[in-house]
């Protein structure tokens, strides 16, 4: 009996799950890089952990299915990304652009920062979070200033390999702490 309960204890704990798709870079001379939707997936993930399973994101086969629809821009949509809000099955999504980052000659994990940080920023907007104004956070505004070339450099300091950014999720403890807010 007691596990009974614990059962239906644990199942109104509301976990959502979400579908997601992202783009596989099929025109890297378009800016993307054929990695890079890795780094938008570990963005997801990243999210997912800080919610310790009470969000829960599932590969979606086709865009249409997805709540949360991730593309690589080009062009000048945007300084670094985008996410437009859309409704799912009744469930709010968003479609989320990113525009990849120029070339970092010399420092590719540079460039696999900026691809990174941005999609977990996007994707947090996907979420429901919204702007800050505290440099630590995820969800800094640019437009509050600052050192954006230290905003990337910061995290660029804690790689020694592209692996590592699946070690560092990039987000502040406040952003944690909002993002599990949005997911109890
Ligand atoms: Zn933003």
């Not at 009974?4 to 798709?21: C, D, F, N």
């Not at 920062?113 to 800050?132: I, N, Q």
Request: proline share 5%; charged share 20%; glycine share 8%.
């Amino acid at each position: 009996m007691r596990l009974v309960a614990l059962l239906l204890l644990v199942g109104t704990a509301h976990a959502v799950t979400l579908r997601y798709w992202v783009q596989p870079c099929t025109k890297p001379d378009a800016g993307c890089h054929t990695g890079d939707p890795d780094l938008a997936q570990w963005a997801l993930e990243a999210w997912q952990a800080a919610t310790a399973g009470k969000l829960s994101f599932e590969r979606s086969a086709t865009a249409a299915k997805a709540h949360i629809r991730l593309y690589w821009a080009n062009g000048n949509q945007g300084l670094y990304g985008e996410a437009r809000p859309i409704e799912v099955d009744g469930v709010r999504g968003a479609e989320v652009y990113i525009l990849p980052p120029a070339e970092t000659p010399g420092d590719p994990l540079l460039r696999e920062t900026v691809v990174y940080l941005t999609c977990l920023h996007e994707t947090g907007h996907a979420l429901g979070l919204r702007h800050t104004a505290a440099f630590a956070d995820i969800m800094y505004n640019f437009q509050f200033g600052g050192d954006i070339p230290e905003y990337f450099g910061r995290y660029r300091r804690l790689l020694s390999a592209r692996d590592d950014i699946r070690k560092h999720a990039g987000m502040s403890v406040d952003d944690r702490k909002r993002i599990t807010e949005l997911f109890p």
